[in-house]
């Protein structure tokens, strides 16, 4: 069975930091993109930032709104991805999802961060507020 399960969010203050896990378990992890997705009160969902398996070229994706503030990573012996999140923003409040496209839709991890997974996993909340 295909579970992703993040962790890590919270409430924090505006310039503070997190780091949001995500425990994938159920498929070969080395070979499948996954990717981040926020959603904010009454805003569609957003891809946040994507990375690409590690049997392609483990390249990233990063949202504009995220670029130089937070990074993506993965650990095959955890079989877990990371997103650290610094100089974080009011404007990033909302609900944090992992995603992974078991069905390889997409040719490009930009692709994947604009459309998302064929599999999610419930999600961890992130408030910044002062």
């Known amino acids: 069975q295909v579970q992703l399960v993040e962790s890590g969010g919270g409430l924090v203050q505006p310039g503070g930091s997190l780091r949001l896990s995500c425990v994938a378990s159920?498929?070969?992890?080395?070979?499948?993109?996954i990717g981040w997705f926020r959603q904010a009160p009454g805003k569609e969902r957003e891809g946040v930032s994507c990375?690409?398996?590690?049997?392609?070229?483990?390249?990233?994706h990063y949202a504009d709104s995220v670029k130089g503030r937070f990074t993506i990573s993965k650990n095959s012996a955890e079989n877990t991805v990371y997103l650290h999140m610094n100089s974080l923003k009011p404007e990033d409040t909302g609900v944090y999802y992992c995603?992974?496209?078991?069905?390889?839709?997409?040719?490009?991890?930009?692709?994947?961060?604009?459309?998302?997974?064929?599999?999610w996993g419930q999600g961890t909340q992130v408030t910044v507020s002062s």
């Open positions: 995603t992974t496209d078991l069905a390889r839709r997409f040719a490009t991890i930009q692709a994947m961060c604009a459309v998302g997974g064929t599999n």
């Open positions: 159920g498929f070969a992890f080395d070979y499948y993109a």
């Open positions: 990375i690409s398996s590690f049997h392609s070229d483990g390249s990233t």
